[in-house]
């Protein structure tokens, strides 16, 4: 059984960071896609940043270009978002998710709980 679980996330003041983890288990996640999403109240969700398990390319939405990173550690089956400079509309719940890219459609197949993110001005 497939599970993505974040931590990571809390109350942060304006310019400040925070690092967000996602532990991933139940399986291997080669030649899978791993994303960090974001949720705020009442808006749609989001798409963060994407890496590519086995070989490491990234991809992220200009929201966030400069000032999140994505990384995976693959010892530890864990990916992380390094975020910076903070600002108050980055306030959401943020989830990790798991793609396999050998498929039709670009839809996640695994998602995690989320994680509160609140930055305050």
């Known amino acids: 059984q497939v599970q993505l679980v974040e931590s990571g996330g809390g109350l942060v003041q304006a310019g400040g960071s925070l690092r967000l983890s996602c532990a991933a288990s139940?399986?291997?996640?080669?030649?899978?896609?791993m994303g960090w999403f974001r949720q705020a109240p009442g808006k749609e969700r989001e798409f963060l940043a994407h890496?590519?398990?086995?070989?490491?390319?990234?991809d992220y939405a200009d929201s966030v270009k400069g000032r999140f990173t994505i990384s995976r550690d693959i010892a530890k089956n864990t990916v992380y978002l390094q975020m910076n400079s903070l600002k108050p509309e980055d306030t959401a719940v943020y989830y990790c998710?798991?793609?396999?890219?050998?498929?039709?459609?670009?839809?996640?197949?695994?998602w995690g709980q989320g994680t509160q993110v609140t930055v305050s001005s």
């Open positions: 998710a798991a793609r396999y890219l050998f498929k039709r459609g670009r839809d996640y197949d695994y």
């Open positions: 139940g399986r291997t996640f080669t030649n899978y896609a």
């Open positions: 890496i590519i398990w086995n070989g490491g390319s990234t």
